[in-house]
């Protein structure tokens, strides 16, 4: 292996051989996820909401938008639109909340809080608002100093907040409070 660019031969197998591998009766996959299966019988039982008086917004931490990327190290120039990151939300929460178009909001959530600009956006429902993912990094300016743009999203993430299976936090339903900044 080491002696040549070649590679080496570890096993040989006949097609025919191959169901000998799967070590269930019958040769067959079983299907059911007993895990899966759990989850499945209590969803009768499980909260359908997960808001609260405390928490009422539904935020999208990690929106995909036109200029976004994953928080790939890059300088911020190359975004044509929403330079800031700005947080998203519906016309009908801006008046509830007091927020206006351009200006600072606070975001708060179980993990975190953080500050973004208000965009108002109609196509976002009541109740729900979104920041976009990428931002967040602290990036170094002209000067030799470093300045962050947007918000840092496992800021604002809790991990225990997640997919029982998976694990993966469930960035795209965090429950939020948002005012003015």
Known sequence: MLG?????????????????????PGHRIPLPIPELLLLLADLDT??????????????AAGQRRAFT???????????????????????????????????????????????????IDDRLQPGHAALPNGFGLDLPTASGETERTGVALNTLTDLTWRDPIAGTPWHKHVPARIQPA
């Open 69 to 119: 990327a994953n928080t790939i190290f890059r300088d911020n120039t190359w975004r044509k639109r929403d330079q800031q990151g700005t947080l998203r939300v519906s016309p009908h929460d801006a008046e509830q909340l007091g927020l206006s178009n351009g200006a600072p909001a606070q975001i708060t959530t179980s993990r975190g809080t953080a500050q973004a600009v208000v965009e």
């Open 4 to 24: 040549g660019r070649s590679g080496i031969t570890f096993t040989e197998d006949e097609y025919a051989d191959a169901w000998n591998y799967v070590p269930h």
């Open 46 to 59: 499980t909260r359908a909401v997960h808001t609260s008086d405390d928490f009422p917004i539904v935020l």
